[in-house]
């Protein structure tokens, strides 16, 4: 595929902001006349409404199957969505991608390498914008926001866990952006790796 466009994933633990903050950072990128789609794994395809139905109870498969599905959901996202926009030269922001999975499978006792390696089909992100926060605040803030209704993902121990793989990336397509800070200095922290992203790769919108 010739990539004509930019691939942006926004990654992190559960309560870190993920969705607002794109929100946002598409919001800006319209305002300059970029071409945006916004898109979120899971997807709303079949496989993602079915990893929806684990959140309540992961018990339901293992983790394997669990992988197995999150990679068919993946294979779907990327030729429906994501390859199409970025031959057509749109931004791409994404909510969670393969680093996602890498994390989360791997919390649950997946190797690692072995589910980056299943997932090579994958395009490669021109940049990971990696929000972090310490899992307990982060718990604190699903907690505020949902009550005491939490899904298998969110677990004290859980976050602890992804968390720790999340800091183990070394990938250079990862910027690192502290999620605990106010909403807008985080913003203007992703709209500035954005901007030198696009310096970079003499990406130009429209207007």
Same mark, same amino acid.
Not at 15 to 42: I, M, N, W
Not at 55 to 84: A, K, M, N, S, W
Not at 91 to 116: H, K, M, N
């Given at each position: 595929?010739?990539?004509?466009?930019?691939?942006?994933?926004?990654?992190?633990?559960?309560?870190?902001?993920?969705?607002?903050?794109?929100?946002?950072?598409?919001?800006?990128?319209?305002?300059?006349?970029?071409?945006? *789609?916004?898109?979120?794994?899971?997807?709303?395809?079949?496989?993602?409404? !079915? +990893? #929806? &139905? =684990?959140?309540? %109870?992961?018990?339901?498969?293992?983790?394997?199957?669990?992988?197995?599905?999150?990679?068919?959901?993946?294979?779907?996202?990327?030729?429906?969505?994501?390859?199409?926009?970025?031959?057509?030269?749109?931004?791409?922001?994404?909510?969670?991608?393969?680093?996602?999975?890498?994390?989360?499978?791997?919390?649950?006792?997946?190797?690692?390498?072995?589910?980056?390696?299943?997932?090579?089909?994958?395009?490669?992100?021109?940049? *990971?914008?990696?929000?972090?926060?310490?899992?307990?605040?982060?718990?604190? !803030? +699903? #907690? &505020? =926001?949902?009550? %005491?209704?939490?899904?298998?993902?969110?677990?004290?121990?859980?976050?602890r866990r992804v968390a720790r793989l999340f800091?183990?990336?070394?990938?250079?397509?990862?910027?690192?952006?502290?999620?605990?800070?106010?909403?807008?200095?985080?913003?203007?922290?992703?709209?500035?790796?954005?901007?030198?992203?696009?310096?970079?790769?003499?990406?130009?919108?429209?207007?």
């Amino acid at each position: 595929m010739s990539r004509q466009g930019l691939l942006i994933a926004f990654e992190g633990i559960d309560g870190t902001g993920k969705s607002t903050q794109l929100a946002l950072l598409a919001d800006f990128l319209r305002s300059r006349g970029c071409e945006v *789609v916004q898109t979120r794994e899971p997807t709303d395809g079949e496989y993602g409404r !079915r +990893i #929806r &139905e =684990l959140y309540q %109870d992961r018990g339901q498969c293992t983790p394997e199957e669990e992988l197995e599905l999150f990679t068919r959901d993946r294979r779907q996202h990327v030729r429906d969505c994501i390859e199409p926009a970025l031959a057509a030269g749109r931004i791409v922001l994404t909510d969670r991608y393969y680093f996602s999975t890498v994390a989360y499978q791997g919390a649950a006792g997946c190797d690692p390498e072995q589910v980056f390696a299943a997932n090579s089909f994958a395009p490669e992100p021109d940049l *990971v914008l990696l929000l972090t926060m310490e899992p307990e605040q982060s718990l604190a !803030r +699903i #907690r &505020e =926001l949902r009550g %005491d209704t939490l899904n298998d993902f969110e677990q004290l121990d859980q976050l602890r866990r992804v968390a720790r793989l999340f800091a183990s990336f070394r990938h250079r397509c990862i910027t690192r952006i502290d999620a605990a800070a106010p909403l807008d200095r985080v913003q203007a922290e992703i709209r500035r790796a954005v901007l030198e992203l696009m310096d970079r790769r003499g990406y130009r919108c429209s207007t």
